[in-house]
C-alpha cells in the first residue's frame, strides 16, 4: 500500500527543488547529485512525530534490485532524521528509481553484510570514506527491499 498522507517539502531549497523535478520528470530531470553526474534515487518516508510525508534523493547504491540508504549526513556527529524516522517505521518507505516506484521495508545492517554494502556504497559515491574519518559513530546503512 503506497504511503499516504500530507506531505511536508523540505526546508532546503535546493532539496525541495530536486524533488519537485525528479518526481515531475520521473528522474528525466535532476536524477544527479548536482554536478557530480553519480545517480540519485527518491526516498519518501514519514516523519515519525508530525506523520506527514518527507522525500529526500539519496545516492542511488542498488543490487538485485535492493537499495541502500547510507545514513551519513555528511559525516555530522548525529544520524539524519530520516534514519529515526525508519527505524522507528521500517515499513514506512516508498522508492522511486526512475518511473518506477515501490514500496520497501528498510532494515539496518551490520556484520559483514553492513560492510559488503558499504563497500558498494563508497564505490557508488567515495565522498562516503571521508564522511565516517569525520565522525565517531558508524555510520548505518540500511536496505530498503521491496514489500
Partial sequence: MPLEGEYEP????WVR???ATYEATDGREAS?????????????????RS??????ALMKVEHDGAYALVASKGGAP?????????VADPDAIMVQDGAERWDARVRELSGGERQEWW??????YPPY??????????IPVLLAERR
Avoid at 547529485?33 to 514519514?46: A, K, S, Y
Avoid at 563497500?119 to 557508488?124: E, L, W
Fill in 78 to 86: 548525529e544520524h539524519p532524521v530520516w534514519y529515526h524516522n525508519l
Fill in 51 to 56: 506523520g506527514k510525508l518527507r522525500k529526500m
Fill in 119 to 124: 563497500d558498494r556504497a563508497v564505490a557508488a
Fill in 32 to 48: 544527479t547529485l548536482g554536478d557530480t553526474g553519480m545517480p540519485v534515487v527518491i526516498f519518501t518516508t514519514r516523519g515519525r
Fill in 129 to 138: 570514506a571521508e564522511y565516517q574519518t569525520k565522525t565517531d559513530r558508524l
Fill in 17 to 19: 527543488d530536486q524533488v
Fill in 10 to 13: 523540505s526546508p532546503e531549497k
